[in-house]
DNA sequence: ATGTAAATGTTATAACATAACAGTAATGAA
DNA sequence: TTCATTACTGTTATGTTATAACATTTACAT
């Protein structure tokens, strides 16, 4: 049973205790990779914290670069390989129109989101849907298509945007 | 008022008459640019044809080379641009998922597609729903987000493919 | 003919991602 | 504990996708 009802949009502008977000998500993070019997190595976590430093979605380069900061000269492999990782896990997601990755709020549910991107400030809000999702693989199934996977991305202006102060 | 509602469904075993594919999105492209007042010039209009030389969501780096092939040594910026105003006339799609471009069979109307892209042999059927369409637009207003773009990729198993003879 | 804007050519570089192989750390069995 | 196995990480090189910047040519209207 999916409980997505009362989900938090975090816009930019809601000025939110965000280092909440962020230790709610690494806790998460380890609750999950310890039931599932994965290891959420030091690496992999300081990556996710990385990836969680802000709403926006931030690019495999923008991690390496502050990883680098911090630790001395990495590789992309490094941060490529631990986002990998994550994606797989359901921890982050992947903007495709963006090249650039996301925390999720939910991974422990199996879902695929609905992303709505602000083109002025740059924030993403992820949002479920279960009537869209439904609508979109009854779609796909009524043609013969057997569905897998799923990329759903607006492109806006976030409601801060809209009206600014 | 759209029409879409038979849209002939173009998977890759679907062995149907592409030339005539081609013939038709040319045509269309030549009307609609005309109608609009924009150059479809011979670089633009051989680049759509090389994006029409099948179903497949093709690179940019693929048309480059085919280019190439034809008409000597040719630069990315060439193809890039040649893309780029095929994207703003709306003749083709970007598939984001895949960074790659198919060509779109209804150029005249102001819609979003949806893609089904198969896992297995690559190739990508453009279809629409309005109700997909409203329901994601509805639920991103009620958000206070105001939709501008939107990207809609389902990625699996096509028919062809799942009955191989 | 001539000025202007649009389009194209050309070179270089930025941005995003992976292949391949070597070394190290964790884990479990003998 | 030792050893073998596997997972993880380090490192170098390279592949792939996309754009910046500026020179030149072409189309078009005056
Ligand atoms: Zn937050
Ligand atoms: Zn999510
Ligand atoms: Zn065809
Ligand atoms: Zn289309």
Chains 1, 2 share one sequence.
């Not at 990755?101 to 602000?118: R, S, T």
């Not at 199934?141 to 809209?162: A, H, M, Y």
Request: include cysteine.
């Amino acid at each position: 049973m999916k409980n997505f009802d009362t989900v938090s949009l975090s816009f930019c502008g809601g000025s939110h205790d965000h280092g909440r977000c962020v230790i709610t998500a690494i806790k998460a993070a380890e609750e999950l990779c310890h039931s599932k019997g994965v290891r959420l190595t030091d690496a992999r976590k300081r990556i996710l914290e990385l990836v969680w430093d802000s709403h926006h979605p931030v690019g495999a380069y923008d991690v390496l670069s502050k990883l680098s900061q911090e630790s001395g000269k990495t590789a992309p492999p490094t941060v490529y390989r631990a986002l990998d990782f994550l994606l797989e896990q359901g921890l982050i997601h992947r903007i495709e129109s963006l090249n650039a990755y996301v925390g999720c709020a939910h991974p422990a549910e199996d879902h695929a989101g609905l992303f709505l991107i602000c083109n002025k400030c740059g924030c993403a809000a992820e949002v479920h849907d279960e009537t869209i999702d439904q609508t979109i693989l009854t779609k796909a199934s009524n043609l013969g298509f057997r569905p897998e996977q799923r990329t759903l991305e607006v492109r806006g202006i976030c409601p801060d945007c809209q009206n600014p102060q």
